[in-house]
Nanobody, 121 residues
Framework: QVQLVESGGGLVQAGESLRLSCAASGSSFSFNTMGWYRQAPGKQRELVATITNSDGTNYADSVKGRFTISRDNAKKTVYLQMNSLKPEDMAVYYC???????????????WGQGTQVTVSA
């Protein structure tokens, strides 16, 4: 029932910035942890950043100091601000959310379809 839709990916030069957004559709739910993962061609999907419902954050070592994750609960949206992009950041970025159904008090994990980030040297 819940869907996650990413946007904001694109083609940039090394050193430039992008801001990814992930909006959730649906009703009668609340978010627990949300985050971003990425997968480069031929590589495993890896964690980029997470944010809890109390705004605690966690980042992969490779993006610390360059990326910032944030959330807007009213808009049901999580963001990833990516600065000083490097060619090694090139990947498909996936939104993740652990969601609680308010009526049933059950939890389920959701994934977006992914958005492509391309960084040229």
């Amino acid at each position: 029932q819940v869907q996650l839709v990413e946007s904001g990916g694109g083609l940039v030069q090394a050193g430039e910035s992008l801001r990814l957004s992930c909006a959730a559709s649906g009703s009668s739910f609340s978010f627990n942890t949300m985050g971003w993962y990425r997968q480069a061609p031929g590589k495993q999907r890896e964690l980029v950043a997470t944010i809890t419902n109390s705004d605690g954050t966690n980042y992969a070592d490779s993006v610390k100091g360059r990326f910032t994750i944030s959330r807007d609960n009213a808009k049901k949206t999580v963001y990833l601000q990516m600065n000083s992009l490097k060619p090694e950041d090139m990947a498909v970025y996936y939104c993740y959310a652990r969601i609680r159904n308010i009526g049933t008090l059950t939890y389920r994990d959701y994934w977006g379809q992914g958005t492509q980030v391309t960084v040229s040297a």
